[in-house]
Each structure stands twice: as C-alpha cells, then as structure tokens.
C-alpha cells in the first residue's frame, strides 16, 4: 500500500519538498501460517503558508514550556509553573522528559533532544519507584519506545527493555492481566486494597502496542507473550451484554463493577484493540 505526495518542511529548507516514509510490521494473525506483512506508506502532505504558521507557533509553545523544564526541573517529574521549581511524583524517573523526547525529535528540535537522550543515558534510574504499569507504559515505556523508533539510538531501546524486565512481574496472574501497581525495585505488585483484587478495565486492557513493539525491537517474543494473553482473555471473558464494565479482578476476569460506559475506565480498551488484528476477526 503505498500513498505520494510532498511535505513543505519548515524544519528543513523552507518550501523545501520532502518525505516522510512510515513502515508498518503488522502481525497477521488470522491464519496460522501467515507471515509478518510489510507495509511501507508514503506520505506527502502540503501546507499552506497559514499551516507553516500555525506550526511555528506551536512549536515556539514547546520551546517555551521545554526550556522552563529544563531551567526549574531537569530530570525531574514536573515542573511548577507557578512557584518555578521541579518536583518529583511517583514517578522519579523524569517522566516528562521521557514523554517528551519523541516531540522534541518531530520537531526538529535535535539538540534537546541530544541533551536529553544523554540524560536518559547517565541519569535515569529505575530503582525504588513504586509506579502505575499503565501510566508508566505508556508515558514512560512508550515515550523510550517512540524516541528509539524515530531516532535508532540505541540507549533509548535499552532503558525501554530495563524498565520493562522491572514491571513484568505485574503481570503475573492466571488472566494475564497486570496488577496496577509494580514496585520496581522488587518486582512486587498489588492492586489497591480497596479494590478487592480489581482493576481499571481500561488500564489492564491498553498495554499491546507499546509491549509489542518492544518485542519486535529486541527479537524476543516474551513482551509480546505478555499482552497476547491478556488479549486472548479480553476476547473470551464473559461479558455484560456483551460489553466491558470499569473494574475487573484481574485473577478470575470477572466484572465487579456492573457500571457499563464507552467512557473513563473503559474507553482506551476498546480503542487498543484494532491494534491488534488477529483479533477483529474474532470480535
């Protein structure tokens, strides 16, 4: 499949043409002898001085709220705008950072992001930190994952796998679906106490793209392994009327919450599924 056209850069030579070329390595699953297809799509796209604009101005905004980071809260979590001062959450792995570095590289802003890669380089730790797996999959998994992806270095890819070897045994569970919280340090990993084993429906739901590409990135299938299982047990779970609730326990896969919504705690578990195909044929 394969689209032409033409992309005016701002970030290159003005006006200048150029391509932008995104390869797809879908799995097809709907046989089992099928092999992994290559999709290389084209795309060349336009724009109008007013677009070039537009884009200008939000790139200046990054620039603004990046160089604000850098001065008040480098490595840190988040910077207070207020007080001008970084603080770390739970994270304390830079997690803006993290989840920046992929725009700072679309952006054409390459020396922030080479300062920034040296700091995932020499910096970023993943040692004590108690952490959500959804949220740090993906700001933090998918921010490494996106970065390497876009730029081939190869230190990105390696924090991604480190940070992913730490969160795994969350997922240690007869359905497959993770624990919502994994302490990195240890490996132990709990859902809160109040929840009686459950979790967001969505959370342990929406993990495949970013476990996938780790596992097409390394050649190792075991990440991969991880999110099918969980795939396999969203498709063949009993439902409500064949739909999702918000909270399920995630050793027996049973709904203990009867609340049925397309909305928060629901929303992100239908929208993950198209990403993985060998599944749209069973539902």
Known sequence: ????????????????????????????GFNDDARDSEIALKIEIRTDNGDLE?????????????????QYAWGMDVVKPLSHRGEDEQYKMGITLLDSLDTLWIMGLKDKFKKAVEWVRDS??????????????????????AAYHLSGEPILLSKAEELAKKMEPAFNTPTGFPKSTV?????????????????????????????????????????????????????????????????????????????????????????YTPSHPCHLKKT
């Open 1 to 28: 499949l394969k689209h032409s056209g033409v992309i005016d850069s701002p970030y290159a030579n003005e006006q200048q043409a150029a391509t932008i070329d995104i390869g797809l390595n879908i799995a097809n």
């Open 54 to 70: 537009k884009m200008e101005e939000v790139r200046a905004e990054m620039l603004h709220a990046w160089k604000a980071y850098e």
């Open 124 to 145: 970023c730790r993943f040692t004590h930190q108690e952490v959500s797996v959804f949220e740090t999959t993906i700001r933090a998994l998918g921010g490494l994952l």
């Open 183 to 271: 302490r990195l340090s240890d490996g132990s990993a709990w859902c809160p106490q109040w929840s009686h084993n459950s979790a967001s429906f969505s959370e342990v739901t929406s993990l495949y793209l970013e476990w996938n590409y780790l596992s097409q990135a390394t050649s190792n299938p075991r990440y991969k392994n991880l999110v099918e299982k969980i795939m396999d047990t969203m498709i063949n779970m009993e439902k409500i009327n064949g739909l999702y609730a918000q909270w399920v326990n995630v050793d027996t896969a049973r709904f203990t919450s009867g609340d049925i919504t397309l909305g928060s705690r629901v929303d992100s578990a239908y929208e």
